[in-house]
């Protein structure tokens, strides 16, 4: 990436009262575009007066600033008022909106407002910030003041902040949302959806203003279909939630349901997400490649109900909503029972959480656990069983490896006694590394 990029445009007095446009590449993999532009706005006359020397302003020229995307929309118009802007998928400078910096052909909108009889060179100065692999945390499944929840949007929002998530699901019941109608908040990423709620499973749709057409009404199984097709032809992430709950399993046929993400860990741990994790399990011994994830389904705090109860832990390259997204689709994630639980990194060779490798080219990952606590379990599950790494003495941190002696899938849980006396409970669950046999 060229940084910065510089561009010099020379402006001809006979340009005068016309709008030209500047190509230039947009790098792949960019996460944040800033620009800047200069030019000789003022002519200054200095003269002479009775205490010191004067320099009158005059405006010779006056050159507007815009943003034109690849499919020719407008990106932003500023006028002559702003010298910079800031763009990314999270975030715009007022003027110009937060979109996806996809690569490909961008053009500077350069309006000749008043051009001097010599002309006038601009400079641009364009900024391209790359993206780069780190963990955000979330919860992907919350409710607010729109369905049964307690809170408005910006109320959750700034309780997740202060809670130390990187970013929220929007998921009211059957309502939903466009990411217009998010609030800004600086810091935090936040991603429109909607539980699509039926009285035989709900469902979130996820980064997408409207998965789906009309209403979310569904009486046959073939209007069922249709609903999740047209959403994962939108690009929602779907996931399947709570699909053992007490009250509202999921009952449909998950076989014949297009869906991203199986919801194993709803709100509090508890029978039905263990339930969800032996079925979750019994896929992958099954040779299936199935992404899990974690929500509280936050409406309003109360006893073990709280945000980011469960948090889902992402590796993202970015912190725009399609790359969470993204990195979820993939299984590149981990789940902890809260915001400052347990920290995982788990690798074999390149391969993160969700990667696929060949048994035969690698069969070591190394493992590394922050957080622990005194008494908490680590273990190894694979299609084998549990192979428990260490029992922890005191709090602290874990690093090591584990070989596996079999191709399948290899995933972490750490387990804690979060109450004396009460069995031990999972504290961290992540997606496996899938390890290929030939
Ligand atoms: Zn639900
Ligand atoms: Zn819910």
């Known amino acids: 990436m060229d940084n910065p990029l510089r561009i010099q445009y020379f402006v001809g007095s006979?340009?005068?009262?016309?709008?030209?446009?500047?190509?230039?590449?947009?790098?792949?993999?960019?996460?944040?575009?800033?620009?800047?532009?200069?030019?000789?706005?003022?002519?200054?006359?200095?003269?002479?007066?009775?205490?010191?020397?004067?320099?009158?302003?005059?405006?010779?020229?006056?050159?507007?600033?815009?943003?034109?995307?690849?499919?020719?929309?407008?990106?932003?118009?500023?006028?002559?008022?702003?010298?910079?802007?800031?763009?990314?998928?999270?975030?715009?400078?007022?003027?110009?909106?937060?979109?996806?910096?996809?690569?490909?052909?961008?053009?500077?909108?350069?309006?000749?407002?008043?051009?001097?009889?010599?002309?006038?060179?601009?400079?641009?100065?364009?900024?391209?910030?790359?993206?780069?692999?780190?963990?955000?945390?979330?919860?992907?499944?919350?409710?607010?003041?729109?369905?049964?929840?307690?809170?408005?949007?910006?109320?959750?929002?700034?309780?997740?902040?202060?809670?130390?998530?990187?970013?929220?699901?929007?998921?009211?019941?059957?309502?939903?949302?466009?990411?217009?109608?998010?609030?800004?908040?600086?810091?935090?990423?936040l991603i429109p959806g909607v539980e699509w709620t039926h009285y035989k499973g709900h469902a979130n749709f996820s980064g997408v203003d409207r998965p789906y057409d009309g209403s979310f009404m569904a009486n046959t199984p073939e209007e069922v279909q249709a609903h999740f097709t047209c959403a994962h032809?939108?690009?929602?992430?779907?996931?399947?939630?709570?699909?053992?709950?007490?009250?509202?399993?999921?009952?449909?046929?998950?076989?014949?349901?297009?869906?991203?993400?199986?919801?194993?860990?709803?709100?509090?741990?508890?029978?039905?997400?263990?339930?969800?994790?032996?079925?979750?399990?019994?896929?992958?011994?099954?040779?299936?490649?199935?992404?899990?994830?974690?929500?509280?389904?936050?409406?309003?705090?109360?006893?073990?109900?709280?945000?980011?109860?469960?948090?889902?832990?992402?590796?993202?390259q970015s912190a725009g909503p399609s790359d969470i997204l993204s990195a979820l689709r993939q299984g590149h994630a981990y789940i902890v029972y809260a915001p400052d639980g347990p920290t995982l990194e788990l690798t074999a060779g390149d391969a993160i959480l969700g990667h696929s490798v060949r048994f035969s080219q690698s069969r070591e990952m190394q493992i590394m656990v922050g957080n622990l606590r005194a008494g908490d379990i680590l273990q190894i599950v694979t299609a084998q069983g549990g192979t428990p790494l260490l029992k922890a003495e005191t709090n602290g941190n874990f690093q090591g490896h584990f070989t596996l002696d079999a191709p399948g899938f290899a995933r972490v849980e750490v387990l804690r006694e979060f109450v004396p006396g009460v069995p031990m409970l999972p504290a961290l669950i992540s997606n496996p590394i899938y390890f290929d046999a030939d």
């Open 233 to 316: 032809e939108r690009g929602a992430l779907i996931t399947v939630n709570h699909p053992f709950d007490e009250g509202c399993p999921f009952l449909f046929d998950m076989n014949s349901l297009p869906y991203d993400c199986l919801e194993i860990w709803n709100g509090p741990m508890r029978m039905s997400n263990i339930q969800a994790l032996g079925f979750w399990h019994s896929l992958l011994v099954a040779g299936q490649k199935v992404p899990i994830c974690g929500g509280s389904d936050y409406h309003r705090s109360q006893l073990f109900l709280f945000l980011g109860g469960p948090t889902t832990c992402v590796y993202s």
């Open 14 to 189: 006979q340009q005068e009262g016309q709008y030209l446009t500047i190509p230039f590449d947009m790098p792949p993999e960019v996460e944040s575009f800033s620009l800047s532009y200069h030019y000789e706005r003022h002519h200054g006359d200095e003269t002479g007066v009775a205490h010191g020397s004067f320099t009158a302003r005059q405006e010779r020229n006056i050159i507007d600033l815009g943003l034109i995307a690849p499919d020719g929309t407008q990106v932003g118009a500023s006028g002559s008022d702003k010298s910079s802007f800031q763009i990314s998928e999270t975030y715009a400078t007022p003027g110009y909106r937060a979109c996806r910096l996809l690569p490909g052909e961008w053009r500077i909108l350069l309006g000749a407002y008043k051009v001097a009889p010599e002309g006038v060179t601009v400079t641009y100065e364009l900024n391209f910030a790359p993206k780069r692999l780190r963990l955000l945390k979330g919860d992907l499944h919350t409710h607010t003041l729109a369905s049964d929840g307690v809170l408005t949007l910006n109320e959750l929002g700034h309780q997740a902040l202060r809670h130390g998530l990187d970013f929220l699901v929007i998921t009211d019941h059957n309502q939903t949302i466009s990411a217009d109608a998010l609030p800004c908040i600086p810091g935090l990423t």
